[in-house]
Protein backbone atom coordinates (compact mmCIF):
# COMPACT_ATOMS: atom_id res chain seq x y z
CA UNK A 1 0.00 0.00 0.00
CA UNK A 2 1.03 3.53 -0.35
CA UNK A 3 0.65 6.47 2.15
CA UNK A 4 0.76 9.93 1.38
CA UNK A 5 1.65 12.15 4.74
CA UNK A 6 1.05 16.07 4.28
CA UNK A 7 3.00 18.35 6.29
CA UNK A 8 3.75 22.12 6.60
CA UNK A 9 -0.25 23.08 7.45
CA UNK A 10 -0.13 26.13 10.08
CA UNK A 11 -1.25 29.50 11.09
CA UNK A 12 -0.53 32.18 8.75
CA UNK A 13 -1.39 36.28 8.35
CA UNK A 14 -3.62 37.39 5.33
CA UNK A 15 -1.19 38.34 2.89
CA UNK A 16 1.54 35.58 3.86
CA UNK A 17 3.17 32.46 2.23
CA UNK A 18 3.10 29.13 3.12
CA UNK A 19 4.88 25.49 1.67
CA UNK A 20 3.05 22.49 1.73
CA UNK A 21 4.57 19.02 1.29
CA UNK A 22 3.62 15.67 0.59
CA UNK A 23 5.69 12.96 0.59
CA UNK A 24 4.32 9.08 -1.05
CA UNK A 25 6.07 6.01 0.93
CA UNK A 26 5.13 1.97 1.50
CA UNK A 27 5.12 -0.06 -1.75
CA UNK A 28 5.34 2.49 -4.61
CA UNK A 29 5.74 1.37 -8.27
CA UNK A 30 4.92 4.79 -9.86
CA UNK A 31 2.88 7.73 -8.32
CA UNK A 32 1.27 9.16 -11.97
CA UNK A 33 -0.69 12.40 -11.09
CA UNK A 34 -0.22 14.47 -7.66
CA UNK A 35 -2.13 17.18 -6.48
CA UNK A 36 -3.93 19.12 -3.77
CA UNK A 37 -7.57 19.66 -2.43
CA UNK A 38 -9.24 21.90 -0.05
CA UNK A 39 -12.19 21.27 2.09
CA UNK A 40 -13.30 24.83 3.90
CA UNK A 41 -15.56 24.41 6.69
CA UNK A 42 -19.16 23.33 5.43
CA UNK A 43 -18.25 23.15 1.91
CA UNK A 44 -17.44 20.51 -0.42
CA UNK A 45 -13.73 19.72 -0.98
CA UNK A 46 -12.28 20.79 -4.44
CA UNK A 47 -9.70 20.82 -6.69
CA UNK A 48 -6.68 23.45 -5.77
CA UNK A 49 -3.55 22.24 -8.20
CA UNK A 50 -2.62 18.86 -9.93
CA UNK A 51 0.88 18.16 -11.66
CA UNK A 52 1.36 15.20 -13.63
CA UNK A 53 4.52 13.11 -13.67
CA UNK A 54 5.71 14.95 -16.42
CA UNK A 55 5.73 18.77 -14.75
CA UNK A 56 2.31 19.16 -16.51
CA UNK A 57 -0.34 21.95 -14.21
CA UNK A 58 -3.60 22.89 -13.31
CA UNK A 59 -4.77 25.12 -11.13
CA UNK A 60 -8.13 26.37 -9.84
CA UNK A 61 -8.99 29.59 -11.20
CA UNK A 62 -9.09 31.13 -7.35
CA UNK A 63 -5.44 30.10 -6.93
CA UNK A 64 -3.82 30.91 -10.36
CA UNK A 65 -1.08 33.11 -9.99
CA UNK A 66 -0.65 32.83 -6.05
CA UNK A 67 -0.18 29.28 -5.87
CA UNK A 68 2.89 27.05 -7.37
CA UNK A 69 2.63 23.23 -7.99
CA UNK A 70 5.73 21.03 -7.85
CA UNK A 71 6.97 17.59 -7.44
CA UNK A 72 10.02 16.00 -7.08
CA UNK A 73 9.44 12.41 -9.07
CA UNK A 74 12.34 10.87 -7.34
CA UNK A 75 11.66 11.76 -3.96
CA UNK A 76 7.74 11.05 -4.77
CA UNK A 77 6.83 14.15 -3.19
CA UNK A 78 4.15 16.92 -4.30
CA UNK A 79 4.44 20.51 -3.01
CA UNK A 80 2.16 23.54 -3.09
CA UNK A 81 3.64 27.01 -2.68
CA UNK A 82 0.98 29.31 -1.44
CA UNK A 83 1.59 33.23 -2.07
CA UNK A 84 -0.55 36.09 -1.07
CA UNK A 85 -3.33 34.19 1.38
CA UNK A 86 -6.77 35.07 2.01
CA UNK A 87 -8.68 34.58 4.61
CA UNK A 88 -11.07 32.38 2.04
CA UNK A 89 -8.15 30.43 1.87
CA UNK A 90 -8.38 28.37 5.20
CA UNK A 91 -9.23 24.95 4.93
CA UNK A 92 -7.61 21.58 5.89
CA UNK A 93 -5.34 20.47 2.54
CA UNK A 94 -5.21 17.30 1.41
CA UNK A 95 -2.80 15.46 -0.76
CA UNK A 96 -3.87 13.29 -3.45
CA UNK A 97 -1.77 10.53 -6.06
CA UNK A 98 -2.77 8.16 -8.70
CA UNK A 99 -0.85 5.00 -7.14
CA UNK A 100 0.09 2.43 -10.32
CA UNK A 101 0.12 -1.14 -8.91
CA UNK A 102 3.13 -2.87 -9.88
CA UNK A 103 1.28 -6.48 -9.70
CA UNK A 104 -1.09 -5.56 -12.64
CA UNK A 105 -0.61 -1.82 -13.64
CA UNK A 106 -3.75 -0.23 -12.50
CA UNK A 107 -4.05 2.57 -10.37
CA UNK A 108 -5.37 3.22 -7.13
CA UNK A 109 -6.43 6.74 -5.44
CA UNK A 110 -4.80 7.37 -2.52
CA UNK A 111 -5.30 10.65 -0.11
CA UNK A 112 -3.54 11.91 2.71
CA UNK A 113 -4.61 12.47 5.91
CA UNK A 114 -5.10 16.65 5.50
CA UNK A 115 -3.38 19.48 7.34
CA UNK A 116 -4.73 22.61 8.28
CA UNK A 117 -4.09 25.66 7.26
CA UNK A 118 -5.83 29.11 8.88
CA UNK A 119 -5.49 32.37 7.48
CA UNK A 120 -6.40 35.34 9.92
CA UNK A 121 -6.51 38.79 9.16
Known amino acids: QVQLVESGGGLVQAGGSLRLSCAAS????????MGWYRQAPGKQRELVAR???????NYADSVKGRFTVSRDNAKNTVYLQMTSLHAEDTAVYYC???????????????WGQGTLVTVFS
Open 96 to 110: NAESIRGLDLTSVEV
Open 26 to 33: GSIFMIND
Open 51 to 57: ITRGGST
